[in-house]
C-alpha cells in the first residue's frame, strides 16, 4: 500500500491550494484518512481528519479556511486550503488509518511522502 501526496507549492497569504492523496495497491477497506503537518522542528499536528462515513474533524486553526473530502471509490482525500496564512507553512503529510488488505488481516496504517506548502509574499 502507498499513498501519493501532492499539490504542495508557494502561494501567496490570502491564496488557496487543494493537496490530494490517493492510496494504491492491495486495500481492502481504510478507516480514517486524514492530513497532517509539521515545521521544521516542531511536533506533527493534525489538521483535518475524515472517517470512512465522511464525518470531519478540523484543528481550532484552520477550521473554516479548509476542508476535507474523500472520495472512497478512489481511495483519495483532498485538503481544500483557502485564506492561506504564513504559520500555515509547513510539510503536509497524508495518513490512511486502518487500512486492511484483505478481509481479517491485520490492519495498518500508512503515511504519504509530504509535500511542502510555502505562504510567503
Known amino acids: 500500500v502507498q499513498l501519493q501526496a501532492s499539490g504542495g507549492g508557494l502561494v501567496q497569504p490570502g491564496g488557496s491550494l487543494t493537496l490530494s492523496c490517493a492510496a494504491s495497491?492491495?486495500?481492502?477497506?481504510?478507516?480514517?484518512m486524514g492530513w497532517y503537518r509539521q515545521v521544521l522542528g516542531k511536533q506533527y499536528e493534525l489538521v483535518a481528519i475524515i472517517t470512512a462515513a465522511k464525518n470531519k474533524n478540523y484543528a481550532a486553526s484552520v477550521k473554516g479556511r479548509f476542508t476535507i473530502s474523500r472520495d472512497n471509490a478512489k481511495n483519495t482525500i483532498y485538503l481544500q486550503m483557502n485564506d492561506l496564512k504564513p504559520e500555515d507553512t509547513a510539510v503536509y503529510y497524508c495518513?490512511?488509518?486502518?487500512?486492511?488488505?484483505?478481509?481479517?488481516?491485520?490492519?495498518?496504517?500508512?503515511w504519504g511522502q509530504g509535500t511542502l506548502v510555502t505562504v510567503s509574499s
Open positions: 495518513k490512511a488509518g486502518t487500512v486492511e488488505t484483505g478481509p481479517g488481516v491485520e490492519p495498518y496504517d500508512y
Open positions: 495497491g492491495s486495500i481492502y477497506s481504510i478507516g480514517d
